[in-house]
Nanobody
């Protein structure tokens, strides 16, 4: 089992910045992917950004150039630096930890961007 605890959500004005963090604990081992998905009301959960153990990143087109994902060398923490936030970024953001055959989710943290 892997437990994920997110922090850093909140309310921000359009154009502002927020930093999300997620700490993983439990049966952590290398060869995993950590990252962030988000779900807005009435919409499906969608990928925001992910990063592999080797540091390879993938971003949604909608956040490229505005969001930056990073992780620590111990592979237990993943961060999402969000800048130039837009109202359409409003959603619950979920941290994920995944490897072959296993996917874990955090409880989610609300990000609200006011216009």
């Amino acid at each position: 089992q892997v437990q994920l605890v997110e922090s850093g959500g909140g309310l921000v004005q359009a154009g502002g910045s927020l930093r999300l963090s997620c700490v993983a604990s439990g049966n952590i081992f290398s060869g995993n992917v950590m990252g962030w998905f988000r779900q807005a009301p009435g919409k499906q959960r969608e990928l925001v950004a992910i990063i592999s153990s080797g540091g390879v990143t993938q971003y949604a087109d909608s956040v490229k150039g505005r969001f930056t994902i990073s992780r620590d060398n111990a592979e237990t923490t993943v961060n999402l630096q969000m800048s130039s936030l837009k109202p359409e970024d409003t959603a619950v953001y979920y941290c994920t930890w995944r490897t072959v055959g296993n996917t874990y989710w955090g409880q989610g943290t609300q990000v609200t961007v006011s216009s």
